[in-house]
């Protein structure tokens, strides 16, 4: 069964300090993986995904598919970024799965 | 084009009542997707079409719902005999096939929702 972890619900870091939001997957195929986040009364929408290879809002992603994680980091969170964020493999068959999120609050 | 777009915002209704959802993709979007989502948790799989054929029902869509995309572009979700386990929050979304931006997984694009209560 496809399944997604992200072990911590509640994320809280300090201005200006690294973060690293978790995500474990267990997938049948070879799955693009997505970060997805829902800032405050906003809707959900896509921060990243693994093949861009890009650093969005100062956000990158690696993917390890040995062990296959595909851990959110940022070196220095800004208060901006906190929000819910969603770890979501996906492949062309359909549906994305979804972990069940981590609230990140980053402190003044 | 506004993106997705979900009415109604909220819907409180009592138990045993039908409700119906609606949803507009992004215009050029072939495929469409509902998803469940409850407090504490990411969103669940509920269903989904490409144009107007539906390929996919999860177990989660018991006998009591039931969507449509009769033309390939809008699409309902209706429950039946709402039950006070149905409250949550209804998220629809689009994708445009792969291969159009890229990759071999889909970027969602999500509406903001229709948070359903059943009293």
């Known amino acids: 069964a496809q399944r997604v972890t992200q072990p911590e619900k509640l994320l809280s870091v300090f201005k200006g300090a690294p973060v690293e939001l978790k995500c474990n997957y267990s997938?049948?195929?070879?799955?693009?993986l997505f970060w997805y986040v829902q800032y405050s009364r906003q809707r959900l929408q896509l921060l990243l995904r693994?093949?861009s290879r890009e650093s969005i809002k100062g956000f990158t992603a690696d993917l390890n598919k040995g062990e296959t994680s595909f851990h959110l980091k940022k070196p220095f969170a800004q208060e901006e970024d906190s929000a819910m964020y969603y770890c979501?493999?996906?492949?062309?068959?359909?549906?994305?799965?979804f972990g069940d999120g981590t609230t990140l609050t980053v402190k003044p | 084009d506004t993106g997705v777009s979900q009415n109604p915002r909220h819907k409180i209704t009592k138990r045993g009542q039908n409700v119906t959802f609606r949803c507009d993709p992004i215009?050029?979007?072939?495929?469409l997707y509902w998803y469940r989502q409850t407090l504490g948790q990411g969103p669940e799989f509920l269903t989904y079409?490409?144009?107007?054929?539906?390929?996919?029902k999860s177990r989660l869509l018991s006998d009591r719902f039931s969507a449509e995309r009769p033309k390939g572009s809008f699409s309902t979700l209706e429950i039946q005999r709402t039950e006070q386990g149905d409250s949550a929050m209804y998220l629809c979304?689009?994708?445009?096939?792969?291969?159009?931006?890229?990759?071999?997984?889909?970027?969602?694009?999500f509406g903001s929702g229709t948070q359903l209560s059943v009293l």
């Open positions: 079409f490409q144009n107007e054929a539906q390929l996919e």
């Open positions: 979501a493999p996906n492949t062309n068959a359909g549906k994305s799965t």
């Open positions: 997938y049948s195929g070879s799955p693009e």
């Open positions: 693994h093949i």
């Open positions: 215009s050029e979007h072939n495929r």
């Open positions: 979304a689009s994708s445009s096939l792969p291969g159009r931006t890229g990759g071999t997984g889909e970027k969602l694009f």
